[in-house]
């Protein structure tokens, strides 16, 4: 899993979906359960991610569970990379 990976997707996930710019995330912050993304976010952070990494995430491995973090979403993408 790539560090680098996890930083592109933790920045876009701060610059697209946080409201207040001193909230601060961590790669284990909850989204979905935490309510910073929602399902029409995660639709279009799954649009980002299968354009960034050239993939294509299938609708039922894109489940609000494999999308709660950015460490989980790192290791999804990581899953369609090989």
């Given at each position: 899993m790539s560090e680098e990976m996890k930083d592109i997707i933790l920045n876009y996930v701060i610059e697209e979906?946080?409201?207040d710019e001193d909230e601060e995330i961590s790669y284990d912050t909850p989204l979905?359960?935490?309510?910073?993304v929602d399902s029409f976010s995660m639709v279009s952070l799954k649009r980002f991610l299968e354009n960034k990494y050239n993939i294509s995430?299938?609708?039922?491995?894109?489940?609000?569970e494999a999308f709660d973090s950015v460490t989980k979403i790192t290791v999804l993408v990581d899953g369609f990379l090989k």
């Open positions: 979906y946080l409201e979905i359960s935490g309510g910073i995430i299938p609708d039922d491995r894109a489940t609000p």
